[in-house]
């Protein structure tokens, strides 16, 4: 589809969103709203992207820097067909379809758009995307035949009992040809109580002219607006649900599926377990046959075959766990990676390192990577014992086979095959802790005189 250009409308004040930020940047599995559009969009390979902009309008220009996208400004704001126009200067020259969407709209898909593109054959002129949600509430209506072919467009408030009875509702998604589009947008009046254009119009002038209009319907979660936070956390809830299905459709055992969330680009492989409440976020790969155990957080993570993580444990960005490597209850790691069988099973910080195959990391053990104003190193060799609580200060390189005493503060390398024990000598002094308790019990005795 080549031949192919989009306009997302964006230029809304998002004020029932009552954020600083604007409303079609707010995330939905990570990932901006309106970038689940823009790569939906993408399968398409649209040749044009154009996002039309109003209040905010410099952070979505920022936003989509780095994208084939264009920025047009509606200033001001005048409704949505206004707003559509607003792209006409963009899309100078261009000779295809057009499709109109709305940025607060993010699950559209690319499927769906297609069947929209493929309906204007013929004496087709626009397509409207429709949906029968299961309480029509305030949105216009569709009136179509069987065939889908539309009859009338209507506003709720102006619909009679009768139009108001129809359930076939109005996304405000259309498609249509350059070659009409522009001639319908600017033929749109504002004839109406808000004095405001409104997109749905296209189609009632082309129906007007004697062109036919068609409706291709989809789902209601499928054109689900965001304008609030609560719609934007029901939206979050049923992006999860999908993402959760999709998982254990390839493979993935959800032990408590409700309790598992997903980012977008959360990559689990086959025969995958995941226990309750776990949070996947952004940038992490599970390969086969991994454990992901109860009340983990993993972000920017890479999780080998076989591995076993958790229970609360935290991977932060950069940690890798190679096949076979296990990480255990309240086990932070941050860029660092774990060797081949390597193990920390419990209670310990391990970031900026490189811990060798099969090494055992005691309970309580921290690499001191951070001096205050640089990070350092540490290196762990493979097989290396490193006992419990102990503080290796980087940067330092324990050798392979080397064996690090508990309550060791290493602050110097280790030779392979070398023991370290940094102890402080014990002393002892015999009857001391008696004669304390003592005379302390005689003077809390005497302070009650």
Not at 181 to 210: H, K
Not at 269 to 295: C, L, M, Q, S, Y
């Amino acid at each position: 589809m080549n031949n192919f250009a989009a306009i997302i409308l964006a230029a809304g004040k998002g004020t029932r969103m009552k954020s600083d930020l604007h409303k079609v940047l707010h995330p939905i599995g990570g990932k901006p709203m309106l970038f689940h559009l823009l790569d939906s969009f993408e399968e398409l390979s649209p040749s044009h992207t154009v996002v039309v902009a109003g209040d905010r309008h410099e952070q979505l220009r920022d936003a989509v820097a780095d994208r084939n996208v264009t920025v047009s400004l509606q200033e001001p704001q005048l409704g949505t067909a206004h707003a559509a126009l607003m792209a006409k200067d963009a899309l100078a020259g261009f000779d295809g379809l057009v499709m109109v969407s709305f940025g607060d709209c993010p699950m559209v898909k690319a499927a769906t758009v297609r069947k929209l593109c493929d309906a204007l054959t013929g004496d087709t002129k626009v397509a409207v995307l429709g949906f029968r949600p299961t309480d029509t509430l305030a949105y216009g209506r569709i009136i179509a035949d069987a065939d889908g072919t539309v009859r009338k467009m209507v506003e709720h408030k102006d619909a009679s009992e009768e139009e108001r009875k129809c359930d076939l509702c109005n996304s405000g998604v259309i498609v249509a040809h350059s070659n009409d589009i522009w001639r319908l947008l600017e033929s749109v009046g504002n004839d109406n109580a808000q004095g405001e254009y409104y997109l749905p119009d296209v189609a009632t002038n082309a129906i007007a002219e004697g062109s036919r209009v068609v409706a291709v319907e989809t789902t209601p979660d499928e054109v689900a607006g965001i304008n609030s936070r609560a719609e934007l956390a029901s939206a979050e809830a049923q992006w999860q649900t999908f993402k959760r299905e999709e998982a254990m459709a390839a493979g993935v055992s959800l032990r408590a599926p409700e309790t598992v969330f997903f980012s977008w680009d959360t990559e689990l492989g086959r025969d995958v377990e995941v226990e309750p409440n776990v949070v996947f976020g952004p940038g992490v790969k599970i390969a086969d046959h991994a454990t992901i155990r109860a009340f983990s957080h993993l972000e920017g993570a890479t999780v080998g075959e076989h591995c076993s993580v958790g229970p609360y444990a935290r991977l932060r960005p950069g940690a890798v766990l190679e096949e076979g490597a296990k990480i255990g209850n309240f086990v932070e790691m941050k860029k660092a990676v774990m060797g081949k069988g390597a193990k920390a099973s419990h209670l310990t910080y391990l970031g900026d390192a490189d811990i060798g195959a099969g090494a055992n990391i005691g309970a309580g053990t921290i690499t001191c990577n951070y001096d205050g104003y640089f990070k350092h190193k540490t290196v762990i060799g493979e097989r290396a014992f490193i006992g419990s609580n102990s503080a290796l200060i980087a940067p330092v390189n324990i050798g392979a086979d080397a064996i690090v005493a508990a309550g060791s503060a290493v602050s110097r390398d280790v030779g392979p095959g070398d023991l370290r024990m940094v102890r402080g000598e014990q002393l002892v002094k015999p009857g001391w802790a008696d004669r304390f308790h003592d005379a302390m019990k005689k003077k809390k005795a005497a302070a009650k005189k």
